[in-house]
């Protein structure tokens, strides 16, 4: 049974209860989406605009109130909190500003010279289910387009966010958004099942496992219904013989342990051609070691918490089952002594394939450093993986760093830099890693019914 309750995952202590979605309001929830949908979508695309630009400004006038519910909720240190609001303000705030020119008539010139136009058209009620490690952040990705575009979301929130998702609905309605075109539910995942099935349901975007992606997928498929995946990654960090080092190290502890370590393209296996290995992961070890691990509500501490007690056991079976089978514990490997679900950030190396920590994702602040042999190497141990998110690459010479990028089975590549998210630049990945893209003007094209109207024999 799916519960909802806050357990601060510094002190392992329950916070509050939350009471899950009856029967009857999960009906209540998908009739007012699809009730309100028509009168939502009549509405002009500036005035959606409008409204969903009023929900930005009401994430910066709360900042530092919403970004206290998220560290009490998921253990996420204040000054990333904060980032995570400003990213969420400024997802609201690009799609209020772009939207309208994105979901503008396109004209097509066809042989003939009929005038055509494709117009972007809503297709109706949207189910999103959301995960708990950026409880602002993912919803924004799905409900600001949409909500422009002039679809309606039922919102279905991790079971350990829900107070960040009753206030994200708070701000809709004092945003001006009707009942219907939001609506948050405290839904279990049998009900999500029954939401995905139901006729009056258009589509499904889910953020989250490839178990629940899996779920979810077949449901939607099995009754034709369009959905947007984003799962899991394994992302490959590469360091070329020619990387600038000092900047691969900082890269690479901010792409790893940043959220501890909890983020689906956080760079978690470190491939270091071997002229640099040794030098590279002495330093990253360095680095690693002087983060400051404690209550993530204090100033200075770079790590928090994981999320939860499961999320800590989890991630030290995956570290306990490579060093067992011969793999290198660098550093860290154990839980902190401090109270709460805290894993200390913890290196890995000689790790390799039947491990768990070879194929399988690691969701917190634990690296995996390789060492290749050359470039072809580095490109075959990147690809060995069901995952195909995000990466980055690390040289001094572009075009090698280019080519390289060309040959990785990924949805995004980033050069000399940190994987990172903005709201102008699309998101999303292949294989296991999920289906279809979000964010930029990509975050428009999903839930859309590209509808042609042809006027035969009259020439635009």
């Known amino acids: 049974m799916t519960e909802y309750r806050i357990v601060d995952p ?3 202590t329950l916070v509050r209860r939350y009471p899950t979605a009856s029967d009857t309001t999960v009906e209540r929830a998908i ?13 002009p695309i500036k005035e959606r605009a409008d409204t969903v630009l009023a929900v930005s400004r009401a994430f910066g006038h709360r900042r530092e109130d919403l970004a206290a519910i998220i560290s009490r909720e998921m253990g996420k240190t204040t000054r990333e909190a904060l980032a995570e609001v400003d990213l969420t303000a400024a997802i609201f705030a690009y799609y209020a500003e772009q939207g309208p020119a994105f979901a503008a008539d396109q004209r097509l010139d066809i042989r003939g010279g009929d005038d055509v136009v494709v117009r972007s058209e809503p297709l109706g009620a949207l189910l999103g289910v959301m995960p708990w490690n950026y409880p602002y952040y993912q919803v924004a990705r799905f409900a600001a387009p949409n909500l422009v575009l002039g679809n309606t979301v039922i919102l279905k929130p991790a079971p350990s966010c829900p ?7 708070d701000m809709m309605r004092e945003a001006g958004l009707p009942t219907g075109a939001y609506v948050n539910l405290f839904a279990t995942n049998r009900q999500v099942a029954g939401i995905v099935a139901d006729p009056r349901v258009q589509g499904v975007s889910l953020t989250g496992s490839e178990r629940a992606g899996r779920a979810v997928g077949e449901v939607a498929g099995r009754h034709l219904k369009k959905y947007v995946l984003e799962l899991g990654g394994s992302d490959p960090f590469i360091v070329l013989p020619d990387a600038d080092l000092e900047r691969a190290v900082d890269a690479a502890v901010e792409g790893r342990m940043s959220n501890a370590g909890q983020a689906c393209t956080a760079s978690k296996r470190f491939i270091v051609v071997d002229p640099l290995y040794d030098r590279f992961l002495a330093d990253f070890t360095e680095a690693v070691e002087a983060l400051t691990v404690g209550d993530p509500t204090e100033e200075g501490v770079l790590i928090g918490p994981l999320a939860s007690e499961e999320a800590a056991r989890t991630v030290i079976a995956q570290v306990r089952d490579a060093a067992q089978q011969g793999a290198t514990v660098v550093t860290g490997g154990v839980r902190s002594a401090r109270r709460g679900a805290f894993v200390e950030p913890t290196i890995l190396t000689g ?14 602040p634990v690296a995996v450093v390789h060492r290749v042999a050359d470039i072809a190497a580095a490109i075959r141990l990147a690809n060995d993986t069901p995952y195909g998110l995000g990466s980055v690459v690390f040289s001094g010479d572009l075009a090698t760093a280019k080519a390289v990028a060309d040959a990785l089975d990924v949805g995004m590549v980033s050069i000399n830099g940190p994987s990172g998210t903005q709201e102008d630049l699309p998101f999303g990945g292949v294989k296991l890693s999920g289906v279809g893209r979000e964010l930029g003007s990509y975050g428009m094209s999903e839930f859309v019914n590209r509808k042609v109207v042809r006027v035969r024999g009259q020439a635009r």
């Open 31 to 43: 009739a007012a989406a699809a009730a309100e949908f028509p009168q939502w979508r009549r509405r």
């Open 351 to 364: 790790v390799i394939p039947g491990m768990r920590a070879y194929h399988e994702e690691i969701f917190g």
């Open 10 to 12: 510094a002190t392992n």
């Open 163 to 169: 107070e960040s998702a009753r206030a994200i609905e």
